[in-house]
């Protein structure tokens, strides 16, 4: 009942049905008369199909139907690619739903089965016989650039050739002359030189993907059920593929089992789902196994990275120059060709005043899952790169990473900061952050305690990670002058009842962060309504206003936006009825916690509860008022906003096994103010062992032949209860200065600060060893390894 | 070949003629029609499936049906009296131990095996007691605060 609200650590609302059972996933809808489809996958990385007999598997006991390439043809359009990357040389090469001629990874669909039953669907794929030549395999970004590599496609979507399995080569460049910097630096101060493998991760969302869709062959309407993190996204893409008209169309995302960027492409199965319920006249429902998310649900990172930083002898970053061969897999997914572009090269500044800097990326297809979005999407991959050659400048002039942070952060600012990159920064104190996180772990304590050398042949690591991050994607001009097909904005509808409930329709699209919760409260905050009182419906295309989708960290800084407008509108509208039915002036009207009143007159005030009652019986409206209390708004923010904060790991790292021992993690984050303080907490823990799981375990591995090595999670090495240490979070609050609500944004600053943070730890421990690099993930054998290579030098 | 199976799920007895080859999970979600519990792999690794089978947890994705014939399985559905939710409901819920909710059904019951076990665990127990659940959301640190919670709530019953 009072703004404070706004800040306050409630418990979630979504909690109770997720702890009883009751929740709704995909997985969990059975429609009457459904039927189950099944994918047969490549088993082949790179292969042409020289047969297929399906005759066995259509003779399946419970078998409806068998599809293969050419069934398809005419029905189901190539998958779109949306991010339109401009200035460079974008090439896009077809993607079929189903491959027809030639498989180009391990996990391509082949064919799909649907039958009466899943087991009957599963059991009548294993009968499907499919002839393979073999073609020649590369899975690594870099040598499929090389000239000699075996080449995947043959022309793209415009008839073009795709040289070198390039799908684009695209540039950044800003500030002064980068190369004279470095010719300045090679003469006078320090280059600093080093490669950086960002290993394909496999995101791995809890909930595998699937769909249910029901088509109405008497109405042509079609329902699609999807784990997906933007319903109205694949509404537009479901519509462009599958040819029903979009007003025809619903897509529900009911309960979403995490996604981590997953589940914002669009996937050729579950537009087969829908092939198959018109195909069929029967609802259909498709559901991958683990091992088939693996294969096929879109990987993140994939990374070749050679960096350069020049430097003054003093610490001073005078340039940044980098190459970077981004793996693409074998078709780009949906939004994929923005994110080692966009998300990456345009933070590649970071917390830092960079004088000039090139970045050239080559986007490449290789043999592999497409790779999307995954949790950070670029800027992990650019804060990495940045922090890693900061330690190793700080390392080669024997200075404190935290000095040489020092020397070269923007100053603090609170209204606006353009960047190299052009990029404009809306709020930040860099210094501040890593002050404060200094301060409250006792680092220069740590270091003393370092300095007394290893205990029981354990060395002491402390890694430090500085970031910035640009989200709450972002204003609709910018993302078509960057290519991306689609608007950014976010749209939200307020509805009071006459009871004074209000229901709220969002576009937004959560899947497990727990908005429910804080957009009920913004509502709360700002018109005095009790959070209780407020039901939040999103994620049906049918009942929600457009909405772009929960990724990029934007659903409360965007979508909440939306929201406070909205709820504005409606306190406006309330003021001048409440004034009316207090044969008031307007301008003498003040607002309180829900009441409207008389200026000096509190006691005979009008409720928000009253003012809803009344428009919406509307007996007694001012002359011109409509009836009735709602309100839509389209919030199309003016500028990105740009969390940050500074991360710090303690490692210990025992040098006879390799083992890295994480025995500390502090974090201190920046969104801005928070309106629930225990669901940032909660992204940041996530966001952190996510970052952590790169640095340390995960990684996905193709072998010569591009089979997933890692094609299980007995084999993807997750991040588990007992690897981990007690994290400690912290904060401060920097208020967007361009936002409604002041709120920057929190889902993925854990995991971009905190790779950065567990390698830098380690690296700093085996100083004393002589290690200069490992390959992540720091596996005990891979740092065992280093240890005796660099005593052996 | 199918073979007859009764087991009681949640306090009710459940006779169905099955496969052998039928898992206990798939029995649950799609023969009793209780999807609260979950299918996250197929490699016995995450846990999402875990269930109480006589009391004891066990990982229902490894378990065939038959294996249950005669058993008392209690799911996520069974752990509430009523309206009254479980101690480990409420704690998950009051710590923030759960985020996008799939990996919950399982990660409770795997918490009731270890409290069950070892009623006033310490943090590192609880680390260890959950390695076989896996949650990609929380990080874990508010599920071991949930687990903690619970323990000291049962505890405080006893007294």
Redesign the interface.
């Given at each position: 009942m009072s703004t404070r609200i706004f800040g306050s650590g409630i418990?979630?609302r979504?909690?109770?049905?997720?702890?009883?059972?009751?929740?709704?996933?995909t997985?969990?809808i059975?429609l009457p008369g459904m039927a189950y489809a099944a994918m047969l996958r490549s088993s082949h990385a790179h292969a042409r199909i020289t047969r297929i007999d399906t005759e066995k598997a259509k003779a399946a006991p419970g078998v409806l139907a068998v599809y293969t390439g050419g069934d398809i043809e005419g029905a189901l359009q190539p998958m779109p690619c949306a991010w339109l990357l401009p200035d460079s040389n974008l090439r896009i090469a077809p993607y079929p739903c189903i491959a027809k001629d030639v498989v180009r990874y391990t996990g391509d669909i082949v064919a799909v089965v649907v039958a009466e039953r899943m087991?009957q669907a599963h059991d009548a794929v294993e009968l499907i016989e499919v002839d393979y030549e073999p073609l020649p395999v590369v899975t690594d970004p870099e040598k499929a650039a090389a000239a000699d590599a075996p080449q995947l496609h043959g022309k793209d979507i415009n008839g073009d050739d795709i040289p070198g399995n390039q799908a684009f080569h695209w540039t950044v460049a800003g500030g002064g002359d980068v190369d004279a910097a470095f010719a300045e630096a090679e003469a006078n101060g320090v280059v600093i030189k080093e490669r950086i493998l960002q290993q394909r991760l496999i995101p791995?969302?809890?909930?595998?993907r699937g769909a249910v869709a029901q088509y109405n062959r008497a109405t042509g309407e079609l329902t699609l059920w999807n784990t997906t993190q933007n319903p109205h996204i694949v509404r537009f893409l479901c519509s462009v593929v599958t040819g029903v008209p979009e007003d025809k169309l619903r897509v529900i995302a009911p309960?979403?089992?995490?996604g981590?960027g997953s589940k914002i492409a669009a996937y050729p199965a579950d537009f087969l789902t829908v092939f198959c319920s018109k195909s069929l006249g029967r609802p259909v429902k498709w559901i991958e196994?683990?091992?088939e998310n693996y294969q096929a649900t879109t990987h993140g990172r994939d990374h070749v990275q050679d960096v350069e930083l020049a430097a003054t002898k003093d610490g001073k970053i005078t340039g940044l120059r980098c190459t970077v061969h981004a793996g693409m897999g074998a078709y780009l997914s949906t939004a994929a060709p923005g994110i080692p572009t966009i998300l990456h090269g345009l933070m590649l500044s970071g917390c830092y005043t960079i004088p000039a800097l090139k970045e050239d990326v080559y986007g490449v297809y290789t043999n592999g899952v497409p790779v999307e979005a995954y949790r950070g999407a670029g800027r992990p991959e650019a804060t990495f790169m940045l922090e890693r050659v900061i330690d190793m400048l700080a390392s080669e002039l024997d200075l404190d990473p935290a000095d040489v942070r020092r020397r070269n952060f923007i100053p603090k600012f609170d209204d606006g900061h353009e960047v190299v990159t052009t990029l404009n920064y809306d709020s930040g104190d860099y210094p501040g952050a890593l002050d404060k996180l200094l301060d409250h772990t006792g680092y220069a304590a740590l270091r003393e305690k370092q300095k007394a050398g290893p205990a029981n042949g354990k060395y002491l690591g402390l890694g430090l990670s500085s970031y910035v991050e640009i989200c709450g994607l972002g204003p609709s001009q910018v993302a078509g002058a960057i290519g991306f097909q689609g608007g950014l904005w976010e749209s939200a509808i307020v509805r009071f009842h006459p009871t004074g409930k209000v229901h709220v329709f969002i576009g937004a699209s959560p899947?497990?962060?727990?908005e429910e919760t804080t957009f009920a409260q913004i509502v709360a905050s700002e018109i005095g309504v009790d959070a209780g009182d407020v039901k939040i419906f999103h994620g049906d295309t049918d009942s929600t206003p457009m909405g772009w989708g929960t990724y990029g960290s934007r659903t409360t800084a965007v979508g909440g936006a939306a929201l406070a407008l909205a709820v504005r509108k409606i306190r406006d509208k309330a003021k001048v009825l409440a004034a009316h039915l207090l044969e008031a002036s307007v301008d003498d009207m003040d607002y309180e916690d829900g009441k409207f009143f008389v200026k000096g007159s509190p006691d005979k005030a009008k409720t928000i509860q009253d003012i809803a009652l009344m428009a919406n019986v509307a007996w007694n409206m001012p002359e011109g008022m409509e009836a009735g209390l709602e309100a839509s708004t389209f919030y199309d923010p003016p500028n990105f906003v740009f969390p940050y904060g500074a991360h710090l790991a303690v490692v210990e790292v025992d040098a006879s096994t390799g083992h890295v021992d994480l025995t500390g993690y502090t974090a201190l984050d920046d969104c801005g103010p928070q309106i629930n303080p225990?669901?940032v907490?909660?992204q940041v823990?996530?966001?952190?062992?996510?970052g952590v799981g790169q640095a340390l375990w995960e990684g996905a591995a193709y072998d010569e032949n591009g089979q997933l090595v890692t094609g299980?999670?007995?084999d993807y090495a997750?991040?588990?209860?007992?690897l981990?240490p007690?994290?400690d979070v912290i904060s401060t609050v920097t208020r967007s200065p361009h936002h409604p609500l002041g709120v920057k944004g929190i889902g993925e600053a854990?995991t971009i600060a905190s790779t950065a943070a567990v390698y830098n730890a380690v690296m700093d421990a085996l100083r004393p060893l002589g290690v200069k690099r490992v390959d992540m993930p720091l596996t005990p054998e891979r740092v065992w390894r280093a240890i005796q290579e660099a005593k052996g030098s | 070949m199918k073979v007859p199976v009764r087991i009681t799920v949640n306090g009710r007895l459940i006779e169905r003629e099955v496969?052998p080859r039928l898992l206990l999970v798939h029995f649950l979600?799609v023969f009793v029609?209780?999807?609260?519990?979950?299918?996250?792999?197929?490699?016995s690794?995450?846990g999402?499936c875990t269930v109480l089978i006589d009391g004891v947890s066990a990982k229902s994705c490894t378990t065939l049906a038959v294996q249950a014939d005669g058993a008392s399985v209690t799911?996520?559905?069974g752990?509430?009296d009523g309206e009254k939710?479980h101690p480990l409901?409420e704690s998950?819920?009051?710590k923030?131990g759960?985020?996008?909710?799939?990996?919950?059904?399982g990660m409770?019951l795997a918490s009731h095996e270890l409290l069950r076990t070892n009623p006033s665990p310490s943090?590192?127990e609880?680390?260890?007691g959950?390695?076989g659940?896996?949650?990609?959301?929380?990080?874990?640190?508010?599920?071991?605060r949930a687990v903690k919670d619970a323990a000291g709530a049962a505890a405080g019953a006893d007294q």
């Open positions: 418990r979630r979504e909690d109770p049905r997720l702890i009883t059972g009751s929740a709704t996933y997985h969990d059975t087991p791995n969302a809890m909930e595998p309960e979403v089992g995490g981590f196994t683990r091992s899947h497990g962060q727990g225990i669901i907490e909660g823990h996530g966001g952190i062992v996510q299980s999670m007995l997750l991040p588990r209860a007992d981990l007690d994290l854990g | 496969e979600r029609e209780l999807t609260g519990t979950k299918v996250g792999c197929d490699t690794q995450c999402s799911t996520v559905e752990l509430a939710l409901q998950f819920w009051n923030h759960l985020q996008c909710g799939f990996c919950t059904p409770i943090d590192e609880i680390r260890h959950l390695e659940n896996i949650c990609r959301c929380t990080g874990y640190q508010n599920i071991v």
